[in-house]
């Protein structure tokens, strides 16, 4: 009887993809990073407890593409300063990926509030210095856009480890609550980078109801840069939380949990026409 390929696996090949996850090769992006403060206020405001302010309201901007084995990928994320105890990161509030293969990983498996966007990054030849322009876009508002000039080289940092903050859950199978109780999820990132330039630009951030950065706005840029830099990543869950304290945050990962709000809008009647 030929092999029912939704069958069971056998244990070899479950084996063997287990250890082949940790035998992947660097993968460079080109991505660019701004950093500013914020309202410290409004950055509060979107943190789910245990999770605390930082000393500083810190917005960081992400955007990166990559070639990953012949595919192309964009990746972006949006993220505030946040501590959890002893431990200082960021917690970020939208993910946008371009693949479906992308965005189901980092949510199922670390909890990332990963969404499917366009994630453009450009870069124009110009003989003062090249332009940048890069950008997140869905439901189509480019809700933030980052574009400057690259101003030169800059000294390459050792390798290091950033932190991220994620909730893991699942909505409730009957529209309320949660089927489980939550967990806070520590992502730690080896970064490595190869290539690191300055910009000298400007963030923008547009009204979108589905994305509201626009009330985090830039009080102070501190800084823009384009680098070229490949990172691995490892979690752990370091608690559980409180259901009914994360539960008014659940907007933030779905534009909406119960889909009513981003429906397709109803065919026009000949009335309405």
């Given amino acids: 009887m030929a092999r029912v390929r939704y069958g069971p696996r056998p244990e070899p090949e479950i084996t063997a993809a287990r250890n082949n996850r940790g035998s992947l090769p660097d993968i460079w992006s080109t991505g660019v990073v701004a950093v500013w403060e914020s309202d410290p ?18 917005v960081r901007v992400s955007i990166s593409q990559v070639d990953l084995f012949g595919t192309p990928l964009g990746a972006g994320s949006f993220a505030v300063s946040a501590e959890h105890g002893p431990h200082r990161g960021w917690y970020p509030l939208v993910m946008p990926m371009t693949t479906e293969r992308a965005l189901i990983g980092g949510r ?20 003062v210095g090249d332009l ?13 856009e980052v574009r400057g000039r690259v101003g030169g080289e800059l000294p390459l940092p050792a390798p290091a480890e950033k932190l991220d903050f994620y909730f893991k859950f699942l909505p409730g199978v009957d529209g309320t609550g949660f089927d489980l109780d939550p967990v806070l999820v520590h992502c730690l990132r080896r970064e490595r980078v190869r290539r690191l330039e300055r ?4 963030v923008l951030l547009r009204e979108s109801p589905f994305d509201p950065v626009a009330d985090l706005p830039v009080r102070r840029l501190l800084e823009i840069s384009i680098s070229e830099k490949t990172s691995d990543q490892r979690g752990r869950v370091v608690e559980r939380v409180s259901p009914q304290a994360l539960l008014p945050y659940l907007h933030q990962r779905y534009d909406d949990a119960q889909q009513l709000l981003d429906a397709p809008e109803p065919p026009a009647t000949d009335r309405e026409a």
Avoid at 41 to 58: G, I, N, S, T, Y
Avoid at 110 to 127: H, I, M, S, W, Y
């Fill in 41 to 58: 206020d409004a950055v509060a405001q979107v943190l789910p407890p245990p999770l605390k302010p930082a000393e500083r309201a810190l």
């Fill in 108 to 127: 199922e498996v670390f909890g990332e509030p990963k969404k499917l966007g366009e994630v453009v990054v450009e870069r124009t030849a110009d003989p």
């Fill in 132 to 144: 940048v322009a890069a950008r997140l876009t869905r439901h189509g508002v480019s809700f933030v």
């Fill in 199 to 202: 910009v000298d630009g400007e």
